[in-house]
């Protein structure tokens, strides 16, 4: 380096000690300077015995030699092929096996130098370990002394570049850069929570001297990132609620009974408390932002137009944001419907819309002869200009984030006032991802189902069932009652991309999936096997919007008795005279999406059932199914799912809502994400946007972490 200082941006290839291959290799891990190499942290460690002479060895104990390859050979006859080698350390033999594993000839051979980790057993005369642990050591190791008993990191790493290899880049730089860290939490406010500095965290990760060093510093790197995010959460709260302002809207008696008139059905106790708790918000010169729950059927949509009618009663606009064409279209015909002989203007904007009609359509919401705008990401695009937004609904929120919320809120024709936002979801949410997800919103539940809505009957069947559940469908059918089937792809290799993201995956090991099943073939099966002379339609989102329209209208009209279909109709679509939802391959879904697919039968006056079918190759593929099977309250079974998938796995990867955290885990962290946001509250009502100069350091890397992803160029 030519005499230069190290600091923590100092290149990885400029690092003393490290050759040009090795900074080749951690450069390709994503480790390009000191500073993310010290943060490229194991993702476990495991605990390594101290070495023994093969002289001390005794049986049937675990131990660790080291020594040299002298004789190696294959013997492939017989049922077990195996490889067997002999390693001396000088003070004995130690016959080594290894069955099933002929590649491991590829890399061991005499003259190699091998630590091997297994248990001893006597073997005749001698000493035989089976299908040990074992990786090559270099001469210079092989004759320094023998080690002792450690917690060894094992670092994320490629086939070119094993953690042993990274481990050894690890030694000779990270002491460098732990001298160099900074701690951005008070000495006196760690000492009350019992964290160990940050420096000395990153040491025990890198180089711990027992499991408890382990646990300590984990805990106080999964702190870091959660309260960062919840510092972050609550200053964007703070911010929305003591800097901005939205128009206060008229309501009172008059208007709510006006518009209550509007409704299709008297609103249920739940649904009545969540409309006060909005129009009270709405009622403020402070912007609502306001998270609705509601599990499938519950009435969500009727809410959001009660809270949009505020609105338009106060001479403003209100806009509703789903996050596809087809569920977009679906809301504005159903609100279309709803104010059949109103005054209030509705339109829509997708994405599909032909040229010449946006243009009209944003012309008319510019001047404000729009007073209802329904719409996807369409909504986000800069020519997009309301006259007077004061309300903005987003449903399905988990589909968006806060910087879509964001990006709503600048639609505002006056800079000095934002628009209220509402955000909904049917996919009910556990309360640990709620706080984390959505920690800056208030949190309104509707719970219950409509009157007339019924539980669903729902069972798991095996492809070879597939006669009998159609068996049981057909004279459904012949009753005029209609049904739904769902497969995973629109044609085979072409995989619908909203359940790719929400699959879950499968655990090692696991038995080969057969192709996905799709509508076409499915579609084709049907009308030659299981249900012919029955008038089958198929619906996806490859369809223009016209086909869908015409498909959707057929089908609500009773002249489709059988809609087969991908996730597009998982949420929004009502149709009383579908009774039965056949879900194929459904050990690709999620739960919570099982869910909102059985949400869409069960809204008449008939008994209406759910058909999972499917081969799972896991036990945990078949308790998810189950879990549907015998749980028909959609939080609970969000509860489940986020105990057998995770987070990330329960929204998938191209969730916006979710943090990317390196070390904290939401279910294992849950009394560690309350404390951070007890903690975080707190500072922030003492310091709203971190300003004193002693918190500039907490910031800088709270922005870093998390400022993008809450939205926070706008605060502080």
């Given at each position: 380096?030519?005499?230069?200082?190290?600091?923590?941006?100092?290149?990885?290839?400029?690092?003393?000690?490290?050759?040009?291959?090795?900074?080749?290799?951690?450069r390709?891990?994503?480790?390009?300077?000191?500073?993310?190499?010290?943060?490229?942290?194991?993702m476990?460690?495991?605990?390594?015995?101290?070495?023994?002479?093969?002289?001390?060895m005794?049986?049937?104990?675990?131990?660790?030699?080291?020594?040299?390859?002298?004789?190696?050979?294959?013997?492939?006859?017989?049922?077990?092929?195996?490889?067997?080698?002999?390693?001396?350390?000088?003070?004995?033999?130690?016959?080594?096996?290894?069955?099933?594993?002929?590649?491991?000839?590829?890399?061991?051979?005499?003259?190699?130098?091998?630590?091997?980790?297994?248990?001893?057993?006597?073997?005749?005369?001698?000493?035989?370990?089976?299908?040990p642990?074992?990786?090559?050591?270099?001469?210079?190791?092989?004759?320094?002394?023998?080690?002792?008993?450690r917690?060894?990191?094992?670092?994320?790493?490629?086939?070119?570049f094993?953690?042993?290899?990274?481990?050894?880049?690890?030694?000779?730089?990270?002491?460098?850069?732990?001298?160099?860290?900074?701690?951005?939490?008070?000495e006196?406010?760690?000492?009350?929570?019992?964290?160990?500095?940050?420096?000395?965290?990153?040491?025990?990760?890198h180089?711990?001297?027992?499991?408890?060093?382990?646990?300590?510093?984990?805990r106080?790197?999964?702190?870091?990132?959660?309260?960062?995010?919840?510092?972050?959460?609550?200053?964007?709260?703070?911010?929305?609620?003591?800097?901005?302002?939205?128009?206060?809207?008229?309501?009172?008696?008059?208007?709510?009974?006006?518009?209550?008139?509007?409704?299709?059905?008297?609103?249920?106790?739940?649904?009545?408390?969540?409309?006060?708790?909005?129009?009270?918000?709405?009622?403020?010169?402070?912007?609502?932002?306001?998270?609705?729950?509601?599990?499938?059927?519950?009435?969500?949509?009727?809410?959001?137009?009660?809270?949009?009618?505020?609105?338009v009663?106060?001479?403003?606009?209100?806009?509703?944001?789903?996050?596809?064409?087809?569920?977009?279209?679906?809301?504005?015909?159903?609100?279309?419907?709803?104010?059949?002989?109103s005054?209030?203007?509705?339109?829509?904007?997708?994405?599909?819309?032909?040229?010449?009609?946006?243009?009209?359509?944003l012309?008319?919401?510019?001047?404000g002869?729009?007073?209802?705008?329904?719409?996807?990401?369409?909504?986000?695009?800069?020519d997009v200009?309301?006259?007077?937004?004061?309300?903005?609904?987003?449903d399905?929120?988990?589909?968006?984030?806060?910087?879509?919320?964001?990006?709503?809120?600048?639609?505002?024709?006056?800079?000095?006032?934002?628009?209220?936002?509402?955000?909904?979801?049917?996919?009910p949410?556990?309360?640990?991802?709620?706080?984390?997800?959505?920690?800056?919103?208030?949190?309104?539940?509707?719970?219950?189902?409509?009157?007339?809505?019924?539980?669903?009957?729902?069972?798991?069947?095996?492809?070879?069932?597939?006669?009998v559940?159609?068996?049981?469908?057909?004279?459904l059918?012949?009753?005029?009652?209609?049904?739904?089937?769902?497969a995973?792809a629109?044609?085979?290799?072409?995989?619908?991309?909203?359940?790719?993201?929400?699959?879950?995956?499968?655990?090692?090991?696991g038995?080969?999936?057969?192709?996905?099943?799709?509508c076409?073939?499915?579609?084709?099966?049907?009308?030659?096997?299981?249900?012919?002379?029955?008038?089958?339609?198929?619906?996806?989102?490859?369809?223009?919007?016209?086909?869908?329209?015409?498909?959707?209208?057929?089908?609500?009209?009773?002249?489709?008795?059988?809609?087969?279909?991908?996730?597009?109709?998982?949420?929004?679509?009502?149709?009383?005279?579908?009774?039965?939802?056949?879900?194929?391959?459904?050990?690709?879904?999620?739960?919570?999406?099982?869910?909102?697919?059985?949400?869409?039968?069960?809204?008449?006056?008939?008994?209406?059932?759910?058909?999972?079918?499917?081969?799972?190759?896991?036990?945990?593929?078949?308790?998810?199914?189950?879990?549907?099977?015998?749980?028909?309250?959609?939080?609970?079974?969000?509860?489940?799912?986020?105990?057998?998938?995770?987070?990330?796995?329960?929204?998938?990867a191209?969730?916006?809502?979710?943090?990317?955290?390196?070390?904290?885990?939401?279910?294992?962290?849950?009394?560690?994400?309350?404390?951070?946001?007890?903690?975080?509250?707190?500072?922030?009502?003492?310091?709203?946007?971190?300003?004193?100069?002693?918190?500039?350091?907490?910031?800088?890397?709270?922005?870093?972490?998390?400022?993008e992803?809450?939205?926070?160029?706008?605060?502080?």
């Amino acid at each position: 380096m030519s005499g230069e200082a190290v600091t923590l941006v100092t290149p990885i290839e400029a690092l003393p000690g490290v050759t040009e291959r090795q900074a080749g290799f951690m450069r390709s891990l994503g480790v390009t300077n000191l500073g993310r190499l010290v943060a490229y942290l194991p993702m476990r460690h495991e605990r390594v015995e101290g070495e023994t002479p093969v002289r001390e060895m005794k049986a049937d104990t675990l131990a660790t030699a080291r020594g040299e390859i002298t004789a190696t050979r294959p013997v492939r006859r017989g049922r077990s092929p195996r490889f067997e080698a002999v390693l001396h350390d000088g003070t004995g033999r130690l016959d080594l096996v290894w069955f099933n594993q002929m590649f491991v000839g590829d890399r061991v051979a005499p003259g190699v130098f091998l630590r091997v980790e297994g248990k001893v057993r006597r073997r005749g005369p001698g000493l035989q370990m089976a299908n040990p642990r074992w990786h090559v050591v270099d001469a210079a190791q092989a004759r320094a002394p023998a080690e002792d008993a450690r917690v060894r990191p094992v670092y994320p790493a490629t086939a070119d570049f094993s953690s042993r290899q990274i481990e050894r880049v690890m030694a000779k730089c990270v002491p460098l850069g732990l001298a160099l860290i900074d701690d951005h939490l008070p000495e006196a406010f760690r000492r009350e929570k019992a964290m160990p500095e940050l420096r000395e965290a990153y040491r025990m990760q890198h180089a711990p001297a027992d499991e408890h060093e382990v646990k300590e510093s984990r805990r106080r790197l999964a702190y870091d990132e959660l309260l960062m995010l919840q510092l972050g959460v609550h200053m964007k709260r703070a911010h929305l609620r003591t800097r901005l302002k939205a128009p206060a809207l008229r309501w009172g008696e008059a208007i709510d009974a006006h518009i209550r008139q509007r409704l299709p059905f008297t609103l249920t106790p739940s649904q009545d408390k969540v409309v006060k708790e909005i129009a009270a918000d709405l009622a403020r010169p402070t912007p609502a932002n306001r998270l609705i729950q509601g599990d499938v059927g519950s009435g969500k949509t009727v809410v959001a137009l009660y809270a949009m009618l505020m609105a338009v009663a106060s001479g403003c606009q209100g806009s509703i944001m789903a996050p596809t064409e087809i569920l977009a279209e679906q809301h504005h015909a159903s609100i279309t419907r709803m104010l059949a002989g109103s005054r209030v203007r509705v339109e829509l904007l997708t994405g599909g819309v032909a040229r010449d009609q946006r243009e009209s359509v944003l012309a008319r919401l510019a001047s404000g002869e729009i007073d209802i705008l329904v719409g996807t990401h369409a909504l986000l695009t800069e020519d997009v200009r309301f006259s007077n937004l004061a309300v903005a609904i987003i449903d399905e929120q988990h589909r968006f984030g806060v910087v879509q919320r964001a990006s709503l809120r600048a639609k505002a024709s006056d800079a000095s006032t934002t628009p209220h936002v509402l955000v909904m979801t049917a996919t009910p949410i556990p309360r640990t991802l709620a706080i984390t997800l959505f920690g800056d919103l208030d949190v309104s539940v509707i719970g219950g189902l409509p009157p007339g809505r019924r539980p669903v009957m729902t069972r798991v069947m095996s492809s070879g069932e597939r006669d009998v559940v159609y068996a049981e469908v057909l004279p459904l059918l012949e009753e005029g009652q209609q049904a739904y089937v769902v497969a995973p792809a629109i044609d085979t290799g072409a995989p619908e991309p909203m359940l790719i993201q929400e699959a879950p995956r499968e655990p090692a090991g696991g038995a080969p999936r057969p192709p996905l099943r799709d509508c076409r073939t499915v579609a084709a099966e049907l009308a030659a096997t299981y249900l012919p002379g029955k008038r089958i339609g198929v619906m996806h989102g490859a369809l223009s919007r016209a086909a869908r329209e015409t498909v959707m209208e057929r089908f609500r009209r009773g002249e489709i008795d059988v809609l087969v279909a991908t996730t597009v109709i998982e949420v929004g679509v009502d149709v009383p005279g579908a009774t039965v939802m056949i879900i194929e391959q459904a050990d690709r879904f999620g739960l919570s999406q099982l869910h909102q697919l059985r949400g869409r039968v069960g809204r008449g006056d008939k008994p209406s059932r759910c058909y999972l079918i499917a081969d799972p190759t896991t036990d945990d593929a078949m308790a998810r199914l189950h879990a549907v099977e015998a749980t028909p309250d959609g939080f609970a079974l969000a509860e489940k799912d986020l105990e057998l998938r995770g987070p990330g796995e329960m929204f998938g990867a191209r969730q916006s809502g979710l943090p990317p955290f390196k070390v904290a885990d939401l279910m294992r962290d849950r009394e560690l994400l309350a404390m951070a946001r007890r903690d975080a509250a707190a500072w922030i009502e003492r310091s709203p946007v971190l300003a004193n100069p002693e918190e500039a350091l907490l910031k800088r890397r709270m922005l870093k972490a998390y400022g993008e992803h809450l939205g926070l160029a706008d605060v502080g």
